[in-house]
Nanobody, 115 residues
């Protein structure tokens, strides 16, 4: 089982930028898929973006053109560069790792968009 720790959340103004990080430790398979999900109050957790071990990225429509997911396999770290952030991006952002038929989750990091 892997341990995932998110960081980089905070308060940001509309139109601003933020970079989230997810540090993974434990057994990490190089071909695993990692991803970012988010959950706003009263809403279900939803996909933001995923990235395979080979670097293939997939984005939710809400993230396309604004967010960029990346990962550094040597450091077992994944990133989410968020640009042109809007109030509807306010949520707790969770890191996810899918490998060996299992899902691991981080504890989440809060992103609040407000002027």
């Amino acid at each position: 089982q892997a341990r995932l720790v998110e960081s980089g959340g905070g308060l940001v103004q509309p139109g601003g930028s933020l970079t989230l990080s997810c540090a993974a430790s434990g057994t990490i398979y190089r071909l695993s898929t990692m991803g970012w999900y988010r959950q706003a109050p009263g809403n279900q957790r939803e996909l933001v973006a995923t990235i395979t071990g080979g670097g293939t990225a997939n984005y939710a429509d809400s993230a396309k053109g604004r967010f960029t997911i990346s990962r550094d396999n040597a450091k077992n770290t994944m990133y989410l560069q968020m640009n042109a952030i809007q109030p509807e991006d306010t949520a707790v952002y969770y890191c996810n790792l899918r490998q060996f038929g299992l899902n691991d989750w981080g504890q989440g990091t809060q992103v609040t968009v407000s002027s």
